[in-house]
Every structure is written in structure tokens, then in C-alpha cells.
């Protein structure tokens, strides 16, 4: 794996980062979209590249169990959860060797994980996600589903891939996968402008809190594109 940004936010900064994606889906609409896709209650489910605690958090007490490789990321999601009073267990572990046993899960999301092979594994990217699914498969019960949840773009008021690297990744996922999507708004508002243009910088770059001072947003448009599949009859995600 390479060392690149992202990694050293998610081994280094899981604080700050909460205190950005804490602001995300203002509008509430990531929780409806999936409940669209299969119901959560009284389900099993597992969430992959589980971070600080993005999913769980919508689900504070639901059953469910959240995997990270990353410590600073699991810290702040243990806080987030005393916070929270949420039921959720968390483990660390690479998601590619999942460490629990056979058709154990109901439901299992990996939420902004995946796309990331792209550079982290730029030679053999597909083959690590590959490896990935065939975890998902095992994991999963004859009828579970998987939610793969990944950005469509930010600071755009119009959604679409943000690199053509993650438009082939996702065109993948529909076409050769038979994965189906539906794609949410889900922007980020900031207390303040100096507040979007600190935490944009922080994980997005210089470029986007440029933008961001141009159009003096405090409110930062943000698309999440949804891919999931169930299982019927046991049959392969």
C-alpha cells in the first residue's frame, strides 16, 4: 500500500476528520436511501472501513459490528460511541481477511473504503476488491445484501465521478459486477466560511477551499452515489 494523504489523515488526524465529516449530510438524507435498499432492523450487519463511526452513527443501536485498519480511526469512533450510547462492537482488521465466521452477516457496508484501491493499489486494483467481495460473500447469509457507498463528487452542484479513475471503478461496479445505484445529496454546512475553506483544505486540497472562497459557501455541496446487491439463494455478490 502506498503512503499517500489519505493514509496519514487516517492513521494520524481520525479527530479532525470526525469534526468534518460530523458536518456531512446536513439534510438527513443518507439514512432514508438506505433504508430504500433493505431494511436494518433487527439485522446483523458489519461495516467495512468503518472510520469514525459514519454508519453506526446513523444506526447508534442497531447490531452492528465496525471494522477499521486504522487505530486513530477506531479512538475516535470509541468516543463517538460513549457519545452516542450506541451499541456497536469495534475491531480492527484488514478487510480483505475479514476475521469472523461464515454467513454471519445480514448486511454489510463499506462506506468511502474501496475507491480508495485505486491508488493505493493502482496496478491490481480490481483484484484487491476482488478480494474484498469474496470476504463479503463469505460473510454474508444466503440472502444478505451488500452497500457499497462512495463519493460522487464535492463541491460540484452536479453529480459525477470526480476522476475518471473512479468512473471506471464505478462503471465497473454496474456493469460487470450488476451492481445497482442510486446516488443522495448529502452537503456539508459549516458553522462558518473559515471553518469550510480549514477542513476542505485539511482533506480535499487547496483547490477546493479555493473554490469555496470564491463562492463564500459555508453550505458545500456534496454527492454519495449507493451500490448494493443482494444475494438470493446464495449465490455470489
Given at each position: 500500500m502506498t503512503n499517500d494523504h489519505f493514509i496519514n489523515i487516517y492513521r494520524n488526524a481520525g479527530g479532525t476528520y470526525h469534526e468534518l465529516i460530523q458536518v456531512e449530510d446536513t439534510d438527513q438524507n443518507l439514512l432514508p436511501a438506505l433504508q430504500s435498499i433493505c431494511s436494518f432492523d433487527h439485522k446483523q450487519i458489519l461495516d467495512l472501513a468503518t472510520g469514525t463511526g459514519r454508519i453506526p452513527l446513523?444506526?447508534?443501536q442497531h447490531s452492528i459490528t465496525a471494522l477499521d485498519l486504522h487505530s486513530?480511526?477506531?479512538?475516535?469512533?470509541?468516543?463517538?460511541?460513549?457519545?452516542?450510547?450506541?451499541?456497536?462492537?469495534?475491531?480492527?482488521g484488514d478487510m480483505r481477511y475479514l476475521p469472523f465466521p461464515s454467513s454471519q452477516f445480514d448486511i454489510v457496508t463499506i462506506g468511502w473504503g474501496l475507491g480508495h484501491f485505486l491508488s493505493w493499489y493502482s496496478s491490481n486494483w480490481k483484484e484487491?476488491?476482488?478480494?474484498?467481495?469474496?470476504?463479503?460473500?463469505?460473510v454474508l447469509t444466503l440472502k444478505g445484501s451488500i452497500i457499497i457507498l462512495e463519493t460522487?463528487?464535492?463541491?460540484?452542484?452536479i453529480p459525477?465521478?470526480?476522476?475518471?479513475?473512479?468512473?471506471?471503478?464505478?462503471?465497473?461496479?454496474?456493469?460487470?459486477l450488476h451492481f445497482q445505484r442510486i446516488q443522495v445529496q448529502t452537503d456539508y454546512q459549516f458553522n462558518s466560511l473559515e471553518d469550510a475553506i480549514h477542513y476542505s483544505q485539511f482533506f480535499f486540497g487547496?483547490?477546493?477551499a479555493h473554490k469555496i472562497r470564491l463562492n463564500q459557501w459555508t453550505r458545500l455541496p456534496e454527492w454519495t452515489g449507493i451500490w448494493y446487491k443482494h444475494k438470493t439463494g446464495g449465490k455470489s455478490v
Open positions: 446513523l444506526l447508534p486513530s480511526m477506531l479512538e475516535e469512533n470509541h468516543k463517538q460511541k460513549i457519545a452516542a450510547n450506541g451499541n456497536w462492537t469495534i475491531t480492527q484487491q476488491i476482488h478480494l474484498v467481495l469474496e470476504q463479503v460473500n463469505r460522487l463528487t464535492t463541491g460540484s452542484l459525477a465521478p470526480p476522476s475518471t479513475a473512479l468512473a471506471s471503478y464505478y462503471h465497473w461496479l454496474e456493469t460487470e487547496e483547490d477546493l
